[in-house]
């Protein structure tokens, strides 16, 4: 099986390590990884700000970057979430607004082939055992856009819970959002930390070695507010966990 | 915080305050995941919860569709059964019209049930004008009028206080408002509760006047719908002489047999009650029982403005449960004030910039007023897609475009203040569409990296104030791809 990564441009240009992991998770899965070059952001920091018009040449970028595949796969629920919910939007409003089906027929294209990473793993390739070992204890916080928009369930626990040497802590007011919700942490800056603050006490109160979601973006809120707390817990990347072997801990 | 919502500072600021007063974060925090836990037990019993939102929703919908031919039918009801309806434009008319109709009776005192509508239009301060005082009857309510405050919660306006708040605000204020505190009160819920019953009792017995909102409409019979918790609402509808009910348009349904599914998502969605304690019906007037006149008076106030925008519109479906506000996370830090509106919380961001319009720098914030998590939206029982609501009204307040303003098509320009973000934006998204230059841009940043500063200006000071920056990495993903891989995957399209 050949999928394409969309590596997303935050993973791109901070989290390389994350898009990495992905790489060396699918093809010890036996599936061969492209990486469209021609690839960028999904456009949603302009889209959710409100600059819908600015996010159209993004939508048909991925089209065109992506339309040969038969899978398109990314370690992000919310750059999946956008994709899958908000490129039809952008389409059925460009139809509307009398500019043709150019985008909405992108739309149709992107959705049903675009997997977030853990929903690729149990419901396309059917595994919960992806052979990962990490000898620490995490903590899972489910982030809204996968927990909402995609649904991703259990999903992510399942594959956790196969992780040799992994000890999940439970935590509380997983469900509660961060904080983050991208430029909402600089428009509403003080109310944005003080949900970031309450996440990372809850955090703090599992004991665990390392905090653990399926979008980076998340984790750099979480992570940045920890890090000014001084706290060793570490923010990682499902796919970081997944990656890791007996032979090579990352 | 005084009794009036003109001039609030836009939504981060206040928020910002209210993020910083400990107090209130541990009253909010509290209630809200108690009334939040116990709903999600409400909602959990009943099976077919997703087919009665499905079903509210789609009321709601047909009924809005409909709006002017189940307005005409509830008004002929209404003057069929004995009473007199009046059709208000906006906030200053529906004053107007009440301040007349209760001058016309001659009294200077009237009681009321709790009534989102009359806080909507400044009811009491207009009345307060007109030498005419509005007692407050809901034990909320009355805490927060006795506080010269203003209500922060659509289902418990003084959430925002605790119990040795409310015992001080009762042994301070009853006095100068009729009977006073008993002497030694305690906060204890029962002697509060006592208080206020006393307090009130007084001016249920006197009052000759009520006021009222209303939870629902039914078109066909004319018949009004208040569903509440204290019996208080009860005495306001049944025991004055004249009953004057304030009710936005969009609160019609056509049948009574719609109420079958409201009166069960309303309460358990609301106070997570199976049925609410109290629910009362009026139809007109009948002879020897309850008000010797009633009058209807029928709210637009931007309403029929919000029923034009085809994704904003939804809004109008909200039966003013509070479910949003309790799960909402901003809310729960920032408090109901911060939204400057009687309708705080998620269901408040979207609807007071379309009954205002968003040209105001409040309005223009609220639509920002959240994370887009999404919980608002997962529990709201008639399913009011708030997110994209929210996404929607933030595309009106940076680009404009076209709105309906009393009833006329007009186009918007785009909001002033964002002009640095529009151009950030659209230089992000250029970027981002020309890989070429986002190459070069990441590799100059991993070049500079010991450079970076680790406090931002600007904008991004907010960031920095309180979280690490990310370190750049050395190598980005596709650097590091094309080094180890070599072949870049061009040919897939894409590159221009």
Known sequence: MRVALFVTCINDLLHPRTGQAVVALLERLGVEVDFPDGQSCCGQPQFNTGYRHATEPLVRRFDHAFRDYEYVVTPSGSCAAMVRDNYPRIGAKAAA??????????????????????????????VTDVGAYYPHTVTYHPTCHGLRMLGLGDRPRRLLEQVKGLELRELPGAEECCGFGGTFAVKNAAVSAAMGADKVRNVLGTGAEAVCTVDNSCLLHIGGTLARQGSPVRPVHIAEILASTEGGVR | MSGTYLGMPDFPRAAAAATRDTRLRANLTHATHTIRDKRAKAVAELDDWAQLRAAGAAVKDRTLRHLDHYLEQLEAAVVAAGGQVHWAVDADEANRIVTRLVRETGEREVVKVKSMATQEIGLNEALAEAGIRAYETDLAELIVQLGDDLPSHLLVPAIHRNRSEIRDIFRREMGSWGRPAPEGLSDSPAELAEAARLHLREKFLSAKVGISGANFMVAETGTLVVVESEGNGRMCLTLPETLISVV?????????????VFLQLLPRSSTAERMNPYTSTWTGTTDGDGPRTFHLVLLDNGRTDTLADTVGRQALRCIRCSACLNVCPVYERAGGHAYGSPYPGPIGAILTPQLRGIEGALEASLPYASSLCGACYEVCPVAIDIPEVLLHLRERVVEGGPVTRRGARTVLQPAKGHAAERAAMRAAAWAFDHPGVLRAGARLAARTRRLHPRRLPGPGRAWSATRELPAVPAESFRDWWQRTRGTSSERQGGAK
Not at chain 1, 109 to 124: H, I, N, Q, S
Not at chain 2, 248 to 260: A, S, T, Y
């Open chain 1, 97 to 126: 607004e009398g500019r043709g089906r150019e985008l909405a027929d992108a739309a149709a294209l992107a959705v049903p082939k675009t997997y977030e990473l853990t929903e690729f793993l149990v419901d396309v390739l059917k």
């Open chain 2, 248 to 260: 936005g348009i969009e609160k019609v349904v056509p049948r009574w047999q719609d109420l079958e």
